[in-house]
């Protein structure tokens, strides 16, 4: 009969591996993933900003603006 004992060594070990693994990754994609964050990040600023012009502008024509 086999033990399925876990010892803290094996989970460090497995944590590890897991960060090695994926810091290999992240290095291997560069900055494509920095570049679409700050891409969305710039669209959606923009869009905001539009919004609150535009709901500016209806507040001013609507006469409820504060």
Do not use: C, E
Not at 38 to 49: C, D, E, N, P, S
Not at 50 to 65: E, P
């Amino acid at each position: 009969m086999t033990s399925l004992m876990v010892t803290w060594t094996d989970v460090f070990y497995a944590i590890g591996d897991f960060s090695q693994w994926v810091f290999a990754g992240m290095k291997k994609l560069g900055h494509g993933p920095n570049i679409i964050l700050w891409t969305i990040i710039f669209v959606l600023l923009v869009y905001q900003t539009l919004q609150i012009i535009k709901q500016t502008k209806d507040a001013d024509k609507n006469g409820t603006l504060r």
